[in-house]
């Protein structure tokens, strides 16, 4: 078994932006997809299909890459494995793919939340309420989000609550 202790709050944060760079660097190959196929269709975009877009070229390959990351053999994507973090499960057992399906689904609600809200105003649609709801749904999860991780036992956000998961470190 694998001894670890809780994460410290400035590994899971280096940790993040390192995830962070893995993504930005997906979302800049898709941007560039994007403009390419925009400049080749005559069409006009729908709220619809923006919103399909926004979340099958940003979110989903995200939650995919951070899924499966962690539910894999290393337990953890590139930029915890980089400062010797992991995500368990329940009593220190491995994370399973469904735990970490759902603990990712929670963690990029927000994401996905925003995307609704600046769709209808890019695509300048009078959604007023749905704008507000929208976006002032992502902005609460973020703050319940970072209230939790700085105020619970093991640090544990909205998402590892939820999931039943913890970020740890290995001990050294």
């Not at 939650?63 to 337990?75: D, F, N, S, V």
């Not at 007023?128 to 939790?148: E, F, N, Q, R």
């Amino acid at each position: 078994m694998i001894t670890t202790r809780t994460a410290p709050g400035r590994d899971r944060l280096l940790a993040s932006l390192w995830d962070y760079l893995v993504v930005v660097a997906f979302l800049f190959v898709a941007l560039l997809i994007g403009a390419a196929i925009t400049a080749a269709t005559p069409l006009s975009p729908t709220v619809m299909t923006t919103d399909l877009l926004a979340f099958l070229c940003s979110v989903l390959p995200t939650w995919i890459y951070l899924t499966t990351a962690e539910a894999g053999p290393r337990q953890a994507t590139w930029g915890k494995h980089h400062h010797g973090l992991l995500v368990i499960g329940p009593d220190q057992q491995d994370v399973t793919f469904g735990r970490s399906a759902l603990r990712n689904a929670v963690k990029l609600l927000p994401w996905q939340l925003a995307h609704l809200a600046v769709s209808r105003l890019a695509l300048d649609v009078d959604a007023t309420v749905m704008i507000g709801v929208t976006y002032g749904g992502a902005v609460l999860l973020i703050v319940v989000t970072l209230l939790l991780a700085w105020r619970t036992t093991g640090h544990r956000a909205l998402h590892d609550l939820i999931a039943g998961t913890r970020v740890e470190a290995l001990s050294r």
